[in-house]
């Protein structure tokens, strides 16, 4: 083979190599390498920390009904109650403390029985398919016809009620199986007591409770009502007068003999939960939202919770707190809220000159005076801030914190909580678990867990 | 002015030309590295629109073939021009051309980095912000400005270098020593600093351990000069073959073939003399006495094309100057035959076995009808007390293509040494990572034995020792001086130092992450096409500084020979090719 | 010197016209082929996402910039953001505030390990879903020691806490002695006044020299381009922040510029359930990070022998 010729043979080959490459290059199509799942959330076996919960002082703003707390409507002055206690040595919580166990039929509204007729009729869920079994062939008829009319509403609360009354008292046993109820979530009151092996009325008590877990948004109900005693392991503080005044049951009894009221109930955690105390006393205790920069956080739109009601107490200058914020407005200023509608449309101007109001208080020097403020529960907060020394960014905090507590149902509230908002003082360490009113400040988390625990 | 241009475009365009023009294995290989290039094209350009994501890196180990290969080739690239210190300061003259094949492995070693640096970046269209002044350069803090400084000062540097000893051996004129010694032996410094500013980039992370130690920098130096050369000693043995022939071609084949002939010859004259002085001007500074000595020890001779003037091995004490005319100078080697390099009017052949009573080591044949100047030895000595002569037919010494055995020689003692060192400094490193038993091991661990299940790297590290100490081993042993073992030696070498600084020091370097996390990396194809792809495109762009050198060298490709005209209606492509 | 010589057992030379025409042939065939095998190859850049415009590719350094070339950048961005998700975004340029200086503490004994810190700063900080950029990896360490070889990454119990581990979460510590600063080749990051450690995510050449020198592995690179659901993102944006990244960046923690600047708290603090991060001002006495720092008796800083100096204290309950 001549030069020549092995040159036209590799200039062929050159073109053909050329030439697939070409068609290869036009036909392929990109690839990516595969991507590593994402590492996901993990669910938490403890409980909702969300602050449900309501202190003492919550409720005093709140202008709420305080007689749960007039002890000696039930109890006599001179004798302190009597503590008994069970087999098991653990406390008996009288009855009146905890709520009555069996349902009545006022307890479940028309909503809820229509939730809970569903479920039945549904019978997805173990708890229900048990129920549902327990009931007669009739029963079911009925439960499967239910229409939301008042008739039929009362044949169904015929029928559901007692079927659930009867799982509370069970043949004294435990409603309570691993099987029946996986992936429903167990208030801590549950749990704990499901750990005292209870017996008698304490039993039909966790079969309220299961029954409650097993329908949290049908048959819920105020469970800051009911002490279960699990302060602390080995039964320690298995006895209400280790912090309950028995001579006087409206104050508290810390170690040290103090009297302390319901509102200072933090003074009393803080006298056992030493370094927990200093560190909530700081800011540094529990979770916490908003702003590190304490000093600038003027009231913003979305912190105006009630504005007619703030108007309205404004121009009626019904207590000292709002004639003081009334005198600081402008004749015009005063106008215009003195003309303010709960309907108008457009509330701007009204909570412009509300904002601004409040802004310029806050940049003023401390509003605090005790004629001022009395009858004004102050929060731990402004109190400690106003044993410190005057600065700056301590004072527009001070007055907003003060504001705060004038005006606890119209303003939103900045400050942290106390324990009692979080913590059940009678059961470890968190309350049950409800639903947080409002939406997750994130989207994505509130989503995920809804997700999350619909797999489950 | 615009006439040096001219001619500096000629001499451009005229390599450019060259560079297209060979024969079918030419061809065939620049057709395959073209093929390979594109490949890695296409695959870079998916990387280009896709992002890294088409490669096998990850957050865990961020850095992959690229920098491997990046690492590897910093290291031969200032290997290449190590070779620079024993022909510039200790005087080696066998290296002397091979000078220039070293540099221009530098320049396209360096090449070959900017481009695994440039396909490593997430954002490439963002090069600008690299730009001293224009954009923001971190320097002197970040070691990474250090390396893009060193780098395209080092390409500069050697292009420069290369370019005009290649441009005045094109012109034929004697290159002025400011324009390149004081550049030449700013590379050697500026070659160690490329390499130890490539291994501070390691070692000055302290959140590495694997890297953070003080023995990285020494070792890549070793690793370097251990490729380095053995990377030249296997091209310059492939230059050797593809620059020689099974039989000598053109003019030489009839002068071999032919019997010795007598040619005309006559006595000298001052007229001979004065037309060698037009060629070679400084002849011309030798006073009229000392030419009246030298006379009667001269003659010219009248040659044909295909006389042979002298012949390699016989012992002749004449030396030769052409008047005239051209001559080729052919050597035989192991059977094959190759130009050394061709003499023209003005030029000498003959001169060093004249003048050091050697036999010859060519045979020189007239390609052309000439008119030769034949001197003996003493006659050349007197004529080289003109301080003038001397000087330039001692630098004209050098001008030839020679690639010796014994300067193969010479880079595999280099090689040796080098060898020794690094396998030394790895002892050093493995007793220092696994005698104490302290924590920061972790990656030592998973490179040499695995960790936690997993250990892709041990077979790496292992086949890279096992060669490592194989080299080492037989360059020590005098069974690698024959050309056979010691090809076989310098792939071991190459191999193993690839492996070892690239598998074996990038990727354990990741692994684990700082946090613990054991990730493994493989390069995914895509990945492994761009590496080709720009391996094929160095090998290309040497090929081509290759094919532009040697017929410079030779004196094939001079200014000389620019006017002669083109065949009409050939292209350079497909005409027969040159022989070179 | 370019005549060529003949080869030695050579044929009859073709005339000279067929040898032109033949090698005009072969010139051009391999030409054409040639070219059009190189233009096919560059058929994936049509594909490119995102091909860098004459006004990003000038963009200037953000140091640089005067507040009339910031605003004209912000506009872009808002435009880019609205044309890409539908949704006009706030894009703001924010400065550091003066007298702040901050610092993260966490609290061992509190975390959970429950990871909703690493996905509330996915949502707030518009990262990647696929593939999904976490900045912060929890790390599970079984008690005793905190020796990070021990770590388990990627834990994923039916809950959390397990018994006989703790958990560590860890991001970008924010060292006041960056590695990470040192090395970038394009002053691409920086620390600013506050403390933070910014990246210009307009300026990155995408090297990840930053990625390899960082000795808590806290830097992340965008392999491909990054895929924001529209209905996630997250309109209140920043500059130096959580503006929506492109191919071939760097990104990391940046303590949530957006939100610590204007005096609020990280997303990741926010959503924690347990209280076990705490967040604020060091310059300022009364912040609880001060009161922390000056009260609890052991705090750990990660890798405090490399010399960052992070500004992020790990801390058990006393």
Known sequence: ?456 | MTRAFRNYFVFLWRCARIAFVGDWRYYAWMGLLTVICLLGLNAYCRQFAHGLIVTGMSDEVSWGVYIANFTFLVGVAAAAVMMVIPVYIYKNEDLHDLVIFGELLAVAAILMCLAFVTVDLGRPDRFWHLIPGIGQFNFPKSMLSWDVLVLNGYLLLNVHICGYLLYCRYRKTKPGKWFYIPFVFIAIFWAVSIHTVTAFLYVGLGGRPFWNSAIVGPRFLASAFTAGPALIILAMQVVRRVTSHPSPSGAASQAVAAPPQASKRRAATNEDFALLSRDLLEMATVPAETRQRVLPMAEVLEVQTGDALLRQGETEERAFFILRGSVVVVREEGGRFRVTRTAGAGEQVGEISALNATPRMATAVAEESSLVLSLSADALRILMESPQVNKIVRSRMSERLLITDRALMTLRSIVQVSMLINVFLLVNEVFKEFYSGNLHDASSKYLFVGLDHHHALVPWIWTAITFNVTAMVLLVLPVSRSLKWLNLTCVLCIVGIWIEKGMGLVIPGFIPTPLGEMMEYRPSLNETLVCFGIWAFGLLCYTVFLRMSVPILQGRLSKENEAAPEQPGRSPAASTPVRV | MSKPPSSPASTPAPPASAVDRRSFLRTSAVLTTGLAALAASLKPLLETNDFPTMERFLQKYYKEMTPEDMAKVLKRIGDEVEKDYGLRPQVRDLKPMDGVEFVYCLNLTRCIGCRKCVHACVAENNESRDPEIQYIRVLRLPDGSLDIDKADHFYAPDSVPEKGYFYMPVQCQQCKNPPCVKVCPVHATWQEADGITVIDYDWCIGCRYCEAACPYWARRFNFTKPSIPKERLNPDMAYLGNRPRRQGVMEKCHFCIQRTRVGRYPACLEVCPAGARKFGNILDPDSEVSYILKSKRVFIQLKSEMGTSPRFFYYFDV
């Open chain 1, 1 to 456: 083979m001549t030069t020549n010729s092995k040159t036209g043979i590799t200039v062929a080959l050159l073109c053909a190599a050329f030439s697939v490459l070409a068609v290869a290059f036009l036909s392929d199509s990109g690839g990516a390498r595969g991507n590593r799942p994402a590492i996901p959330l993990v669910d938490t076996n403890f409980l909702d920390t969300s602050t449900t919960r309501q202190s003492y002082a919550d409720l005093v703003r709140a202008n709420a009904d305080l007689s749960d707390f007039d002890c000696y409507v039930c109890h006599d002055k001179k004798s302190p109650p009597p503590l008994r206690f069970d087999a098991n040595l653990n406390l008996i919580v009288a009855e009146e403390h905890i709520g009555p166990a069996k349902f009545s039929a006022d307890d479940i509204g028309s909503n809820e029985l229509a939730g809970i007729v569903q479920r039945f009729r549904g019978h997805s869920d173990p708890v229900s398919a048990f129920l549902w079994q327990s009931l007669s062939n009739s029963q079911q008829l009925v439960l499967v016809n239910f229409k939301p009319s008042e008739q039929s509403s009362k044949q169904a609360r015929e029928i559901v009620v007692p079927a659930l009354n009867n799982i509370i008292t069970n043949a004294g046993q435990s409603f309570y199986e691993p099987g029946r109820f996986k992936g429903i979530l167990l208030g801590a009151e549950t749990m704990l007591l499901m750990q005292q092996n209870p017996a008698g009325p304490a039993l039909a008590h966790l079969n309220r409770l299961l029954l409650e877990d097993a329908y949290p948004l049908e048959l819920s109900r105020n469970r800051q009502d009911d002490i279960v005693m699990g302060h602390g392991k080995h039964g320690r503080n298995n006895n209400c007068f280790n912090c309950h005044n028995e001579t006087n049951l409206t104050l508290l009894q810390p170690r040290d003999g103090r009297d302390l009221t319901f509102a200072d109930s933090a003074q009393l955690c803080g006298s056992c939960h030493g370094p927990t105390y200093r560190d909530w006393l700081a800011g540094a205790h529990g979770r916490i939202s908003g702003y590190w920069d304490r000093g600038s956080s003027p009231f913003s739109e979305d912190e105006i919770r009630d504005l007619p009601k703030l108007v309205d107490r404004w121009r009626h200058q019904s207590d000292p707190v709002s004639g003081f914020v009334w005198r600081q407005l402008s004749n015009p200023e005063q106008v215009l809220l003195a003309n303010y509608q709960p309907s108008a449309s457009n509330p701007k101007q009204a909570q412009d000159v509300v904002l601004q109001a409040l802004s310029k208080i806050i940049g003023e020097p401390s509003i605090y005076q005790p004629d001022r403020f009395k009858g004004i529960l102050l929060s731990p907060e402004p109190t400690s801030l106003m044993q410190q020394s005057q600065q700056d960014a301590n004072l527009a905090r001070l007055n907003r914190l003060l504001l705060e507590d004038a005006f606890p149902l119209e303003l939103t509230r900045n400050q942290r909580k106390v324990c009692v908002n979080c913590h059940n003082p009678h059961a470890p360490p968190f309350p049950s678990r409800k639903p947080a009113p409002g939406p997750h400040p994130l989207r994505e988390i509130a989503d995920m867990a809804e997700s999350h625990a619909a797999e489950k």
